[in-house]
């Protein structure tokens, strides 16, 4: 919930300023026009989704082409033909290591090369010319995957399971805790172990790996849910904070608060009572009722 | 009487609402007990010695804002508070409104200079290929900041940050998911031993788990990590008290929103079971 420091203004671009009246009137359309889905697909949502899918397309391309072209290319490039023209400093530094700048310059030409390579494919699909960085993407992000994966996600977690069932020093509940782990470990291992066929007894681990599988998902379940009730309680809580009478449009208009009308004339009770009455009101007129499929 | 496939769910949307609302507008606050896992974020930075350089890493947007938002301001104040100096990064491409939003409203209150005790340097592009060459060379990674686009060198809080991370004692990812902590560990943890703690959604959490304490010093599990991480800092900082209580009235109202959904899976399985019987019998 906002802490309004100081009264709103119409309008105003300072991030740090007290979010401006027009900003808290789109959040609430916005929010409450997402919400009116939950009765049904309407008008006020497709607004909204129109709305995010425009916004965030000219954001996404804004700071892609900020960071990837940009700085990447044109003040790296700038950058690195001022520094030729400088006396006696002609080292540019390329991944951590010295290099001579034509050469810095000549290795991002060929990126850049590169990147043209690949749009080739926008023209004609059958072209040679997007494999070469099509694997040399897929070269590079193998390496850099395989050798740190394999410390941090392999190495090190088979390292984890090793732990011994009673530490020095340890309680009584941090054994059971172990002896758990182990017998858990085991048990969910075996459930994919397809190599043998399934006796008594690998069968049983199985059944035991299964349970212990269906408590973790039930585990991550109960967080996925807590993460999409605490977005409710965000954008319940943000509503609340443009109820408050200094985004009123008595307050705005006559500078006076008038109590309920007050209230009542502030974004969210207002943007909310508009949704509701159209939509009751496409109800009535058998205006939302979805066309018919073609034949 | 009505069965599951006859059950109209908005019902279950209205009973959710009101509940929501309706608790919300009551204002009563649940304080949590502190976990380990936060308790163990909190001391990783009361560890710190004065001065070391944090490496921040804005990875959410708006759609994660919710949960991530307030820790990661409160991570701000806190590492201010502890007079670390901080590098900031986003992985995300929509995590710059709020990086430039946060440092530009805390900032100011502990009076630290842009440049000296802060740096802001944007999103990079690339997900993986970004934090590798984010720990392989951050000046190579960022030739210039993102607020005034001045050169690394002109900034003595980057003039101390070496290539392979010297220099950077901890790393702070604020994580909802890919690129996030599961590919810092990885690229910063496993090659360059840097000491990592988290702030991640919910729906990131149950794998960190396994990370932990190890690969993972502590972390902040969603907005229930949050509150208690906010009840730790907020001890010390005035400014985050209000946060801090409204994450409290957050907690009560999702304490029961959870008993809700609780109570329809037993509700459904009772009906679904009772009418599985009856049409055997």
Known sequence: MLALQAAPRWFELDVAATPDIIG???????????????????????????????????????????????????????????????????????????????????????????????????????????????????????????????????????????????????????????????????????????????????????????????????????????????????????????????????????????????????????????????LVLAKLTGRAQPAPPPA | MATPRSFDRRWIFLAMGVVVVGLYAAGIRAPLPNSRYVESFHKTIEDLPAGSIVLLSADFDPASAAELEPMYKAVIHHLFQRNLRIVNVATWPAAPPFTRDAFSRIAPQYHKQYGVDWVELGFLVGDDVALGSIGQSLRSAYPTDTLNHSAYDSFPLLRAVGDSCQGIALLVTISAGFPGVLEWIPQLGSRYGVPIITGTTAVQTPPLFAYYPNQIKGFLGAATGATQYLQMVAENTPELQPTRDENQKRMLVQSWAHMLIIGLIVVGNVIYFTGRRKAQA
């Not at chain 1, 790296?76 to 033909?81: T, V």
């Not at chain 1, 410390?151 to 020093?169: D, F, I, N």
């Open chain 1, 24 to 278: 808290g009137w789109l959040i609430c359309l916005l929010t409450l026009a997402v919400y009116s889905f939950l009765y049904k697909d309407n008008p006020f949502y497709k607004l909204a989704e129109h709305v995010f899918v425009g916004v965030a397309t000219a954001w996404y391309t804004m700071e892609f082409y900020d960071s990837g072209v940009l700085k990447a290319v044109f003040v790296y490039l700038s950058d690195a033909f001022q520094t030729l023209h400088e006396p006696g400093k002609h080292v540019t530094e390329v991944g951590g290591y010295g290099m001579p700048t034509a050469l810095a310059i000549a290795v991002r030409f060929g990126a850049v090369a590169l990147s043209v390579m690949l749009l080739v494919r926008l023209f004609n699909r059958q072209s040679w010319a997007p494999r070469w960085p099509l694997a040399l993407m897929i070269g590079i992000y193998a390496a850099l995957k395989l050798t740190a994966e394999t410390q941090a996600r392999l190495v090190s977690q088979v390292k984890e399971t090793m732990v011994p069932v009673v530490p020095e020093g340890a309680t009584w509940m941090g054994v059971v805790g172990n002896v758990v782990f182990l017998v858990g470990l085991v048990c969910v291992l075996g459930h994919f172990v397809f190599t043998f066929k399934r006796g008594k007894a690998l069968a049983g681990m199985s059944r035991a790996g299964i349970v212990i599988l269906m408590l973790t998902f039930g585990g991550m379940f109960g967080f996925t849910v807590l993460g999409r009730i605490a977005l409710l309680i965000e954008r319940v809580s943000e509503l609340a904070s443009y109820s408050e009478p200094a985004y009123s449009l008595s307050s705005a208009t006559a500078g006076a608060a008038h109590g309920w009308l007050d209230t009542a004339l502030t974004p969210p009770f207002l943007i909310a009572t508009l949704i509701v009455l159209v």
